[in-house]
């Protein structure tokens, strides 16, 4: 039996996950529910930034203090880039395996176990099955596109991790969004390094998002992660046609100053960034915005972090999240002079985080009225006179914006998480959104 840990990794290391967890199920292996039970445990790690590695190999301690007697792999990005020195450096993991090829898990699990011979089995999964174990929220699934990214911005690792940017076919795709609805899935997430990038044969974004249109159902599409440089209009003249693609767009700006996008290996500035948002609202004016800030990169001074608030305020975003920069050996942006003060770096970001609440206070009031589609998760709390449920409307990304809080649900209602269901929109709570069952 063996335990799986995945606290760390975002959601594309979410798939990966989820993907060797079905290996392993269909090889023989079965998942303890308790770590006490488990022959293997797995951490599943990050290596993208520094406090994401550091709390992995936290992990990987606290296990080995807990169960000094298990095995113990660290899989995931952090073993991916760093397999050689972590060997030397953390005997605690008995093993390492990294993201080149997932369909090893099983010969990986089974060495440490002291059976090399895989078991045997009828039929493994192929990558990113859709019967794969799902770790998302009830009535979400991940939907990866692609591996890796051409992208080379300055302070990312990630083509160190995960290489160059490769795509799965469209069938294979089309397929995998089939399955996962015929499972009662009914959001599914596109997700990618940057799926804007997209590209197998002559097919792009548009043309994949077209093949899975012809899927018949009430569903909802959310794409997430497309680089603002090459943002491929054409999804939109969709999204027009067919609301089950939602008007969310999470596209990564990162920063309002010229001379730092140019030093990030980005080629847009601030008024192409807001020309770009200007034209999602207006053909869609039902459109949600996501970013995410970058501060504290190299060179950084005053006045640039002053044109990235001022990019804030005129772009507004209904949802921003915002890191200070993480100094990655093997990136250009490693040895860059005027690195920056990470206590400068902190108080920038707590000032942006600042400002964002209350541009997304104000723009959830727009919701207020409406009568939307609510994705219900998790039954929050019963009472006598009503039950409360937690969702979330299109507006929502899984795990990282705010909420909806359902009432008005009569106590023991049919209801179940991952349940999709009509509801009216009656207050504001902070940044999360009340709403209420439509009878």
């Known amino acids: 039996m063996l335990y799986f840990l995945d ?22 292996w079965s998942a303890a529910a308790d770590p006490a039970d488990a022959d293997l445990v797995i951490v599943n790690s990050c290596g993208f930034i520094e406090s994401a590695k550091q709390e992995s190999i936290n992990a990987v301690l606290a296990w080995r203090n807990l169960y000094p007697g298990k095995k113990i792999l660290l899989a995931g990005c952090l073993a991916q880039r760093y397999a050689k020195e972590l060997a030397e450096a953390l005997p605690e993991a008995d093993g390492f395996f990294g993201t080149d090829d997932i369909t090893k898990i099983v010969d990986a699990a089974n060495s440490l176990a002291g059976t090399p011979t895989p078991v045997p089995c009828s039929l493994f999964p192929v990558p990113c099955s859709p ?15 692609s591996e890796g990214c051409n992208n080379r911005c300055s302070y990312c690792a990630i083509p160190l991790i995960r290489g160059s940017l490769h795509c799965r076919a469209v069938a294979d795709i089309v397929d995998e969004c089939k399955g996962l609805l015929a499972r009662g899935i009914k959001e599914l997430c596109i997700i990618g390094q940057d799926i804007g990038s997209y590209k197998s044969g002559d097919c792009g974004l548009p043309e994949l998002l077209a093949a899975i249109a012809e899927l018949p159902g009430n569903f909802w599409v959310r794409l997430l992660y497309m680089h603002p ?4 209009l054409p999804v939109l003249d969709l999204m027009e046609r067919d609301p089950r693609f939602l008007p969310y767009f999470d596209i990564p700006f990162q920063h309002g100053s010229k001379k730092i996008l140019s030093a990030m290996n980005r080629a847009g500035d601030a ?9 999602v609202r207006s053909r869609l004016p039902a459109a949600v915005i996501r970013t995410t800030f970058l501060v504290g990169f190299p060179g950084e001074t005053d006045s640039d972090f002053a ?10 975003p209904d949802w921003a999240g915002c890191f200070a920069y993480s100094r990655e050996e093997g990136t250009p942006a490693y040895t860059m002079k005027a690195q920056v003060p990470q206590k400068t770096a902190v108080k920038r970001k707590r000032k942006i985080e600042a400002r964002q609440i209350q541009i997304t206070e104000k723009s959830m009031d727009r919701f207020v009225g409406q009568n939307l ?7 929050f709390s019963g009472k006598e006179t009503e039950d409360i449920w937690l969702g979330r409307l299109y507006c929502h990304a899984p795990e990282v914006d705010g909420a909806a809080v359902i009432t008005g649900i009569a106590p023991g209602a049919e209801i179940k998480a991952g349940d999709f269901l009509p509801c009216r929109v009656i207050a504001r709570r902070g940044i999360d959104l009340e709403a209420a069952r439509k009878n």
């Not at 799902?134 to 979400?140: A, E, T």
Request: aromatic fraction near 10%; hydrophobic fraction near 40%; charge should be negative.
């Open 373 to 379: 589609d609510v994705l219900f998760e998790e039954r």
């Open 307 to 316: 044109l990235l608030t001022d990019f804030q305020e005129k772009l507004r």
């Open 131 to 145: 019967s794969r174990p799902l770790l998302s929220l009830p009535g979400s699934a991940y939907v990866k596109i």
């Open 271 to 279: 008024e192409a960034y807001i020309a770009l948002a200007e034209t």
């Open 7 to 28: 606290p760390f990794g975002c959601v594309k290391n979410q798939v990966d996950a989820e993907n060797m967890m079905a290996y392993l199920n269909n090889s023989g």
């Open 229 to 232: 440089d090459h943002f491929p």
